[in-house]
């Protein structure tokens, strides 16, 4: 084995940013803190990142010692970046991950509105897909149900969130309550 190869790292991940078409940040998340120190730093990197990929008719790239995997939709770009040493075959499997659970989760309207409108959703699927760097998941269907999402329901609301903290809260009040008779009846006895 070559002895300036670097070790075998869980940490695949440097970073995942999603772009619109004039190049603007919609959602990054920079998982090696060495990578980009400074918001200038990573804003310049997607700048240049977006400049090389946005016209070509490639799935990859190489920039700044970087593999950048990627892939458009309509007005949006989706980037998935490991090291060079990084196997693309990974970078792919996560970007396709991410790329069809929007897809479930923005009901195949994959554009900047609907993104917009589901932030909350996409963060919650980036997370569930990548972890500090380190991937967790890789299949669309699992990151879906991990984020508890079902294509019959909406997409994730205020309204769906206070409803689920108010059925938490009946059951706790539930609970609350039967122990408290069963605590009243043991005194009693």
């Known amino acids: 084995m070559d002895s300036a190869s670097p070790d075998p790292s869980l940490y695949t991940v440097k970073a995942v940013f999603i772009l619109d078409n004039d190049g603007n940040r919609l959602l990054s998340k ?20 977006f400049n090389k990929t946005h016209k070509a008719d490639n799935e990859i790239a190489f920039l700044e010692g970087m593999t950048i995997v990627y892939k458009s939709s309509v007005d949006l770009f989706f980037y998935v970046v490991g090291s060079t040493q990084e196997n693309e075959l990974m970078l792919m499997s996560v970007l396709n991950c991410l790329f069809e659970s929007l897809s479930q989760i923005l009901r195949k309207n994959v554009e900047r509105r609907c993104l917009l409108d589901n932030m909350e959703g996409v963060f919650l699927v980036v997370d569930e897909i990548i972890d500090g760097g380190v991937i967790l998941e890789s299949d669309p269907q699992q990151v879906l149900q991990k984020v508890n999402y079902r294509a019959d329901e909406n997409p994730l609301s205020e309204q769906s969130v206070a409803q689920h903290i108010t059925e938490k809260l009946a059951l706790t009040t539930n609970v609350l309550q039967s122990a408290k008779e069963q605590i009243k009846w043991s005194i009693l006895k």
């Open 30 to 49: 920079y998982y090696d803190p060495e990578l980009y120190s400074t918001m200038k730093d990573k804003k310049n990197f997607e700048r240049n990142v």
